[in-house]
């Protein structure tokens, strides 16, 4: 603090010191004494009040606090802020684990990383392979964004063209990839994942499979799709993956046409894909399709 008693107006060095030492008087103990008190000493409450505006403002200058970080746009109000992008995208996905067929945690195994529809969750997503009898672990990976009771691989919003929705299901398909080097290292794995989802989850399956297919075993995906600008503007290397989509024809939600054009773009780029239809089926998994889904995986599985 600067040296102030030396200059101040009305005050002894010693009257000064002695104030600076005291408790501060408060603004109405002042009022009420000001207009009660003798003319010099009014002079000195002058005086002492002068001081105090200095010591505050001193006061102020060596203690005031670090701006505050700047806000992130992106948080909602109400909730805590996320990350910035970069952050997020780096940060691995939570999951939980599933063993089937007798599997113990510490064996290798074969790793099948499935991914949930939008609003679904990885808990009741895992229920499907309450019945699975193939040796594997099953990662069920909970999508990055809450929606409604569940959550969400991407943005879906009913008007968003495909080039628009391409990019969130390529966004989020690169944290599934990176996620897959995650569980690999964490976990005993045998052979390359099988990636697999339904609906949201479906279309992830597409787009790793049609971005990577070097690292995959096979994809399975169960009422999804690929958006054209996802398509491969390449022909595939050589890669032993498959795709095998599956899906049901009276889908309305999404739609077997694109699916098959989908499936077909791949083919034609040399991409072992094919699609298996069921009739009757709409936009879920029926006894029949689940059959069809365990054979398939069963298959994979004997590769090993």
């Known amino acids: 603090?600067?040296?102030?008693?030396?200059?101040?107006?009305?005050?002894?060095?010693?009257e000064c010191e002695r104030y600076l030492k005291a408790p501060r008087p408060t603004i109405d103990h002042v009022v009420v004494a000001f207009f009660v008190m003798p003319t010099t000493t009014r002079a000195r409450l002058v005086a002492l009040l002068a001081l105090a505006v200095l010591v505050a403002a001193c006061d102020s200058r060596s203690s005031a606090p670090s701006p505050a970080p700047a806000s992130n746009s992106g948080s909602s109000v109400g909730l805590s802020p996320r990350p910035p992008t970069a952050a997020?995208?780096?940060?691995?996905?939570?999951y939980i684990e599933r063993l089937t067929g007798g599997a113990r945690s510490d064996d290798?195994?074969?790793?099948?990383?499935?991914?949930?529809?939008?609003?679904?969750?990885?808990?009741?997503?895992?229920?499907?392979?309450?019945?699975?009898?193939?040796?594997?672990?099953?990662?069920?990976?909970?999508?990055?964004?809450?929606?409604?009771?569940?959550?969400?691989?991407?943005?879906?919003?009913?008007?968003?063209?495909?080039?628009?929705?391409?990019?969130g299901m390529s966004d989020a398909a690169e944290r599934v990839v990176a996620m897959l080097g995650v569980l690999t290292a964490r976990r005993p794995t045998r052979g390359k994942?099988?990636?697999?989802?339904?609906?949201?989850?479906?279309?992830?399956?597409?787009?790793?499979?049609?971005?990577?297919?070097e690292l995959v075993q096979a994809a399975f995906p169960i009422g999804g799709a690929l958006p054209e600008p996802l398509w491969p503007s390449a022909d595939a290397a050589h890669s032993a993956a498959r795709l095998v989509a599956l899906h049901g024809e009276s889908?309305?939600?999404v739609p077997l046409g694109p699916t098959r054009a989908a499936v077909d773009a791949?083919?034609?780029?040399?991409?072992?894909?094919?699609?298996?239809?069921?009739?009757?089926?709409?936009?879920?998994?029926?006894?029949?399709?689940?059959?069809?889904?365990?054979?398939?995986?069963?298959?994979?599985?004997s590769k090993g």
């Open 108 to 167: 290798a195994l074969p790793l099948i990383v499935a991914m949930h529809g939008l609003g679904d969750r990885p808990e009741s997503f895992g229920e499907l392979f309450a019945s699975f009898d193939g040796k594997a672990r099953v990662v069920l990976l909970r999508a990055p964004d809450a929606w409604g009771d569940g959550f969400s691989w991407f943005p879906f919003r009913p008007n968003d063209g495909d080039a628009l929705r391409s990019r």
């Open 193 to 213: 994942p099988i990636v697999t989802g339904f609906s949201q989850g479906g279309m992830l399956s597409f787009t790793i499979f049609a971005r990577h297919p």
């Open 266 to 301: 791949l083919g034609r780029r040399g991409f072992e894909a094919r699609i298996e239809t069921f009739p009757g089926v709409g936009h879920r998994i029926p006894a029949e399709l689940r059959a069809r889904y365990f054979e398939l995986l069963r298959e994979e599985l």
């Open 1 to 14: 603090m600067p040296k102030l008693c030396a200059s101040s107006p009305g005050l002894s060095e010693a």
């Open 88 to 94: 997020r995208a780096a940060a691995p996905l939570e």
């Open 251 to 253: 889908d309305d939600r």
